[in-house]
């Protein structure tokens, strides 16, 4: 087996075991964590039919480790994150914000590979277009499942929220969802098109 999935896997389960050991909320802690437990079953079953390329591997256990992290402690409440505001003088506990960001980061480079390797798409501008339109609706469709969990679940998804008292909250999640985005296709989308052509280079 691949020394790196097994690397994988162990900070993945490493992380997952401290996150839902005594959460500050068990019901928040399921609803935060699920994106990332339900991103292993489907990775298992992708992996030989469309192995991803090691940069998605990374940028998905990235994400499932930030999901983690929010769930133990919630959004609102990651002490780093007091400390930090208690630095700069905020309010607010910004950790929220990180995850929106990365909600745009990740997802755009796994929309970019998929679109790419699929030959729905071709490496270009609008390539890069359309990915960021797919980020930015997957940040939306985010915002409208948790304002669904909130209706349905009443106080108990106040702390899934996170909005903290912010009345611009869900626009500048999706704010930092589009800078996410645009900010891993400056950055890795030439590493990423090197890492494709290895892949499929392999699996011919």
């Known amino acids: 087996m691949n020394n790196k999935i097994v690397g994988w896997g162990i900070i993945y389960v490493a992380v997952l075991l401290w996150s839902v050991y005594l959460p500050k909320d068990m019901f928040t802690w399921v609803l935060e964590a699920l994106p990332a437990l339900l991103a292993i079953p489907i990775l298992i079953f992708t992996r030989k039919r469309f192995p991803l390329t090691p940069l998605a591997y990374g940028l998905i256990l990235l994400h499932c480790c930030i999901l983690f992290v929010g769930a133990h402690y919630t959004y609102a409440e990651v002490p780093l994150f007091d400390s930090i505001g208690e630095w700069l003088g905020h309010e607010r506990n910004n950790y929220d914000k990180v995850g929106h960001f990365i909600q745009g980061f990740v997802p755009v480079m796994l ?94």
Do not use: P
């Open 111 to 204: 929309a970019r590979e998929v679109l790419l390797r699929n030959h729905v798409l071709k490496v270009g501008a609008w390539c890069q277009f359309l990915v960021v339109c797919f980020a930015l609706a997957f940040s939306a469709f985010y915002e409208l499942i948790e304002w669904w969990v909130a209706a349905a679940t009443g106080e108990g998804a106040e702390a899934f929220l996170g909005t903290q008292g912010y009345v611009w909250d869900t626009q500048s999640d999706m704010m930092l969802a589009l800078i996410g985005a645009i900010t891993a296709l400056i950055f890795l989308s030439s590493i990423q098109n090197k890492q494709i052509a290895q892949v499929e280079a392999n699996t011919k």
